[in-house]
C-alpha cells in the first residue's frame, strides 16, 4: 500500500505565519511580478502590504491572496517606513549591499516590515538610509540575483520557519527549530 495519497489543496495552517510582519514595496516594472509577491505573501500569512506607484495585480496570478491582504496604496516609501520604524518594527531590506547578512543566518524581529526592491534597480540609496537591517539570499551559479518574486517568497518562507509554531520561542537559533 502506498503511503503518499494526492490531497490537491490542504487548508491553512493554524499557526499565524507572518501575521506580524508587514512587506514594503516599491513601484513595481512587471505586475506578474507584483502579483506573484501576493501571491506568496497570503500563502504566509501577510495581512498587511505597503506598495507604491500604480500598481495593477493579475487576480489570475495573485487568486486568494488579494481577498485575504489589506494592500495600501502610497505616493513614496519613505515616509510610511519612517512612521512603522517609530511605532517599534525594524525595517529589514532584501538586497544585496556591502553590509548585508546571510539570509539563514538573520534572527528577524517579529515585529518586522521586510522591504523589496525593484526587479532592476533594487532597493534606493535613500531607502537603504532608513533600514534597520539588509539581509541577501546566497547565490550559487548564474544569474548573480532571483528574480525580485522569488526573493521574496523565500525570505517570507524564513520569517515563517522562524517565527511559526515549529520555532520553540523568540531567542532560539532558527537552524536548530
Same mark, same amino acid.
Given at each position: 500500500?502506498?503511503?503518499?495519497?494526492?490531497?490537491?489543496?490542504?487548508?491553512?495552517?493554524?499557526?499565524?505565519?507572518?501575521?506580524?510582519?508587514?512587506?514594503?514595496?516599491?513601484?513595481?516594472?512587471?505586475?506578474?511580478?507584483?502579483?506573484?509577491?501576493?501571491?506568496?505573501?497570503?500563502?504566509?500569512?501577510?495581512?498587511?502590504?505597503?506598495?507604491?506607484?500604480?500598481?495593477?495585480?493579475?487576480?489570475?496570478?495573485?487568486?486568494?491572496?488579494?481577498?485575504?491582504?489589506?494592500?495600501?496604496?502610497?505616493?513614496?516609501?519613505?515616509?510610511?517606513?519612517?512612521?512603522?520604524?517609530?511605532?517599534?518594527? %525594524? +525595517?529589514?531590506?532584501?538586497?544585496?549591499?556591502? #553590509? $548585508?547578512?546571510?539570509?539563514?543566518?538573520?534572527?528577524? &524581529? !517579529?515585529?518586522?516590515?521586510?522591504?523589496?526592491?525593484?526587479?532592476?534597480?533594487?532597493?534606493?540609496?535613500?531607502?537603504?538610509?532608513?533600514?534597520?537591517?539588509?539581509?541577501?539570499?546566497?547565490?550559487?551559479?548564474?544569474?548573480?540575483?532571483?528574480?525580485?518574486?522569488?526573493?521574496?517568497?523565500? %525570505? +517570507?518562507?524564513?520569517?515563517?520557519?522562524?517565527? #511559526? $509554531?515549529?520555532?520553540?520561542?523568540?531567542?532560539?537559533? &532558527? !537552524?536548530?527549530?
Amino acid at each position: 500500500m502506498n503511503r503518499f495519497v494526492h490531497q490537491r489543496h490542504k487548508p491553512p495552517s493554524d499557526d499565524p505565519g507572518a501575521a506580524e510582519l508587514i512587506l514594503a514595496c516599491p513601484p513595481m516594472h512587471s505586475q506578474v511580478n507584483l502579483s506573484r509577491v501576493v501571491r506568496a505573501a497570503g500563502c504566509c500569512g501577510i495581512q498587511r502590504m505597503i506598495v507604491t506607484g500604480k500598481q495593477k495585480l493579475d487576480a489570475k496570478i495573485a487568486r486568494d491572496a488579494i481577498d485575504q491582504i489589506r494592500i495600501e496604496s502610497h505616493r513614496s516609501l519613505r515616509p510610511v517606513l519612517e512612521r512603522l520604524k517609530s511605532q517599534g518594527y %525594524a +525595517l529589514v531590506g532584501l538586497e544585496q549591499t556591502t #553590509g $548585508s547578512q546571510c539570509l539563514y543566518e538573520f534572527r528577524f &524581529p !517579529r515585529r518586522s516590515v521586510l522591504v523589496i526592491g525593484h526587479e532592476r534597480l533594487g532597493i534606493t540609496d535613500d531607502l537603504l538610509q532608513v533600514l534597520d537591517h539588509v539581509v541577501e539570499i546566497p547565490i550559487y551559479g548564474r544569474p548573480l540575483a532571483h528574480n525580485a518574486a522569488t526573493a521574496t517568497a523565500i %525570505a +517570507l518562507y524564513e520569517y515563517c520557519r522562524q517565527h #511559526g $509554531s515549529a520555532a520553540t520561542n523568540d531567542t532560539a537559533d &532558527p !537552524r536548530s527549530a
